[in-house]
């Protein structure tokens, strides 16, 4: 019962390194969405994919690549890290329907030196 | 557009007091609302959705909510706080001009007191 499976958990990197989040669900989802939690912010939406090979931004992209070669993967890529970009990072797939919910990993937490 | 406010980024509650946790949206068109909740070092779980199918929704660990459409608010209660439940709950509202996206609110941390 897996869902939505975030890697790594933990990462710290220095200023303009590259690096990238992954993620994958096993539930057959068309959306997937990155998330940025910062404190007193809420979620904001960085990119977004309704199905392979479709992406699109959100509230935040600046910085920040993705691509949805499959249905199961949605990686973000940091292009050049910068203390900025020290966050928590979600990802997420909905359920189908106008009412589909999210679902969330556990969340990656990157520090930028 | 629309947005998600959350009145208060800190309650704290008595274990066995109410829990009340306020949500109020902006949206033109009929909203779908939800609650989820998130514990330290997780990720964020569903409680409760309010669908149009019922305004009183009922989720889970004892929660509900109220769909007000003349107050556009989408209050979280529980009769009776326990110790698990310290944790920051987010209100999210989605529609159907919105795409598939979701708009989520600040978050509300909730500490409970023995």
């Known amino acids: 019962n897996a869902g939505v499976t975030q890697t790594p958990k933990f990462q710290v990197l220095k200023t303009g390194q590259s690096m990238t989040l992954q993620c994958a669900q096993d539930?057959?989802?068309?959306?997937m969405s990155w998330y940025r939690q910062d404190p007193g912010m809420g979620l904001r939406l960085i990119h977004y994919?309704?199905?392979?090979?479709?992406?699109d931004q959100g509230e935040v992209p600046n910085g920040y690549n993705v691509s949805r070669s499959t249905t199961e993967d949605f990686p973000l890529r940091l292009l050049s890290a910068a203390p900025s970009q020290t966050s928590v990072y979600f990802c997420?797939?909905?359920?189908?329907?106008?009412?589909?919910?999210?679902?969330f990993g556990e969340g990656s937490r990157l520090t930028v030196l | 557009a629309q947005s998600v406010t959350q009145l208060g980024s800190h309650v704290s509650v008595s274990e066995g007091a109410l829990v009340l946790l306020r949500c109020n949206y902006s949206?033109?068109?009929?909203?779908?609302l939800f609650w989820y909740v998130q514990y330290p070092n997780q990720g964020l779980q569903l409680l409760l959705k309010?669908?149009?199918?019922?305004?009183l929704v009922k989720g889970i660990n004892g929660f509900e909510a109220e769909f007000k459409k003349s107050e556009t608010s989408f209050h979280l209660t529980k009769p009776s706080a326990h110790m698990s439940d310290a944790a920051e709950y987010f209100c999210a509202v989605t529609h159907r001009n919105y795409g598939q996206n979701f708009v989520f609110g600040p978050g509300t941390r909730l500490s409970v007191l023995p």
């Open positions: 309010y669908t149009s199918a019922a305004t």
């Open positions: 994919s309704v199905g392979a090979g479709i992406t």
């Open positions: 539930m057959n989802h068309e959306y």
């Open positions: 949206s033109s068109v009929p909203p779908y």
């Open positions: 997420a797939s909905r359920g189908t329907g106008p009412a589909g919910e999210l679902f």
